[in-house]
């Protein structure tokens, strides 16, 4: 793996599976692998820039124009009302993948989602296929 080579790029790729919920020219989404509520999502450029300030201008457009739609898909099937948008920079800014990402985190009635200290479990794969097939089909 280069310098600015990283697991989403190989996600990106198709050589590391994931659930994918979104793909166009410019954008990958999928479920998290440890999620903090289901239907936890990451927003990825395909262009691998380690953090949100060294991001094209193309790229910030085309992810600007999908996070919308894509928190409505993920609220409309996780049945979540609320939900965090948080995207770090930098190993003390909580960044432990260095490829530009936004999470999408619904906030559930139950509490699960964004809480402080942070806090997930790993994910259910067969619930996992499920919600990102419905989220995909709604993003299609
Ligand atoms: P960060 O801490 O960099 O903001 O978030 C990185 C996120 O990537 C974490 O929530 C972690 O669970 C997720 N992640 C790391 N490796 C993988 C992977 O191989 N597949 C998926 N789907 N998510 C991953």
Known sequence: ?????????????????????YEDDLVFAFLDINPFSPGHTLV??????RTLDKLSDESAEALGRVLPRISRAILRVTGAEEFNVIQNNGPNAFQSVFHVHFHIIPKMKDGRGLTFPFKSSPIDHEEAEKLATSIRELLD
Do not use: A, N
Request: net charge negative.
């Open 1 to 21: 793996m280069g310098d600015d080579q990283s697991i989403f790029s190989m996600i990106i790729e198709g050589e590391i599976p994931c659930h994918k919920v």
């Open 44 to 49: 990825v450029p395909k262009e691998s820039t």
